[in-house]
């Protein structure tokens, strides 16, 4: 088979992998321009908060594994591709300097065995690194028990690493990934934090140069949300635990592709999308406005409010809290407000040392006013109503947003 045909095959097989915020497109174009369930190119987030283009493709789909939640498969009857090292890199390559790409997002099935696979994919970087000096973006895909020298090799070269969780309890992972285990996975999760945090220590050497950089990205995982039973609680209570025991700079929550009939999975008709979106801001609470996942859920109310972002929901069920003072309340106070960023709420307490806080001046900080309102006295005044209880105030928000989002389903990913 030539590159090309590989290429189509392994693209394909890599877009039920997330690498961004939103899971695959199923609106397929045969005739016109555009396709946007065909895998290929992703986007992707560098520290700095610029968005990058991926060349997103697996190294091989010949995998020896079986997860029933899994296209690749080995009891799947479908194309089988894999790359050469060399195949990849120049590939690669040529795109990026076609400028269609600016990176590349690399993942594989397990290939003959876990090790082998890693040191393919090694062999890969070791060409675009130091054959062709490629100096781009890598995000490449730890293969679950491989040996810690090969991931200790792999970190020199790429700029981010995921080892995938997949799924979120030993006992679901038994079930649909039996050649998996939980300390297959935990295990380079582990080692990889051990080494981001030494290499971040380290000093630099003779004469100022500094230690090589090792995963300067950071490493990240994925969850699929909806294959098994657990609640939203499980799945946010084991991010909290990444982000505070691992260091992880994301956990990626991918709604659950129904791509098998496989008795097990559950018989879903669309992927849980909404209840992804859900997580997605749920995280973003947990990383930035430091909520506590079990503040914002709990054993008798274990899943999110798929009408209501978590922030709003936390609001209304904390409406004891409010109104907060805008010229008074501490900076974590201002987090909790619906209708108050992390920009805004700088942005506020920078404003408040010079100035008294006016609705007007919130405005103009980038405040959403018309949800804020509700929550907060600027200078004393409350310009909410306050004949509003909570199930009144649930209704108004969900019409709010209904105004916005009767012409399509999209929500918005992270409502202030
Ligand atoms: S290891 Fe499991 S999830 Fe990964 S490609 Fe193979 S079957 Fe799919």
């Known amino acids: 088979m030539d590159t090309e045909g590989k290429l189509i095959i392994l693209a394909d097989a890599a877009k039920y992998d997330v690498s961004c915020s939103s899971s695959g497109s199923q609106r397929k174009n045969p005739s016109g321009i555009g396709n946007a369930s065909l895998g290929g190119i992703c986007h992707s987030w560098t520290a700095d908060g610029r968005c990058v283009s ?12 079986d997860c029933a939640y ?15 090292p060399e195949e990849l890199a120049v590939l690669t390559i040529n795109f990026y300097r076609r400028n269609y790409i600016e990176g590349l997002f690399l993942s594989s099935g397990v290939y003959k065995s876990p090790n082998h696979t890693m040191e393919c994919l090694l062999q890969t970087l070791l060409l675009l690194r ?46 649909l990934a039996p050649q998996k285990n939980k300390e297959s996975i935990l295990r380079p999760m582990k080692h990889l934090t051990k080494r981001i945090k030494e290499n971040q220590l380290e000093k630099p050497t003779w ?9 300067p990205a950071g490493q990240s995982t994925q969850l699929i949300v909806g294959a098994t039973p657990e609640d939203d609680l499980t799945v946010l209570r084991l991010s909290e635990n990444l982000y505070s025991h691992y260091n992880l700079k994301r956990v990626y929550y991918s709604a659950y592709v129904p791509v ?68 008074k309340a501490s900076y974590e106070q201002l987090l909790r407000v619906p209708g108050i960023g992390v920009k805004s709420a700088k942005r506020i ?6 100035n008294i806080i006016s609705f007007e001046l ?34 108004h928000f969900l019409a709010e947003r209904s105004k916005f989002t009767s012409y399509g389903q999209q929500l918005f990913l992270f409502e202030s």
């Not at 899994?70 to 050469?84: G, H, I, K, M, Q």
């Not at 004469?207 to 995963?215: E, N, Q, S």
């Not at 006295?377 to 409350?382: A, R």
């Open 207 to 215: 004469r100022g140069r500094k230690a090589p950089l090792f995963v």
């Open 362 to 395: 919130l405005s103009r900080l980038g405040v959403v006013i018309k949800r804020a309102q509700y929550f907060i006295t600027c200078n004393g005044v409350f310009r909410g109503d306050k004949t509003m209880d909570k199930t009144r105030l649930r209704h």
């Open 54 to 65: 991926l060349l997103k493709v697996l190294f091989s789909n010949d995998c020896i594994y």
């Open 349 to 354: 307490v920078v404003a408040r040392k010079n």
């Open 70 to 84: 899994c296209v690749n498969r080995r009891s799947v009857d479908r194309p089988r591709a894999t790359f050469t």
């Open 260 to 327: 098998s009939d496989n008795p097990l999975l559950p018989a879903l008709s669309t992927p849980p999308l909404r209840r992804e979106n859900r997580l997605y801001q749920a995280d973003w609470l947990l990383r930035f406005y430091r909520f506590k996942a079990s503040e914002l859920l709990d054993e008798k109310r274990p899943y999110f409010d798929l009408d209501l972002d978590p922030k709003t929901d936390w609001a209304l069920r904390n409406l004891q809290f409010f109104p907060v003072e805008v010229n």
């Open 130 to 175: 130091k054959k062709y000096r490629f100096g781009g973006y890598i995000h490449t895909k730890v293969i679950p028990g491989s040996d810690p020298a090969l991931v200790d090799a792999f970190g020199q070269y790429t700029d981010r690493m995921s080892v995938n969780i997949e799924l979120p309890t030993e006992k679901s992972l038994t079930l």
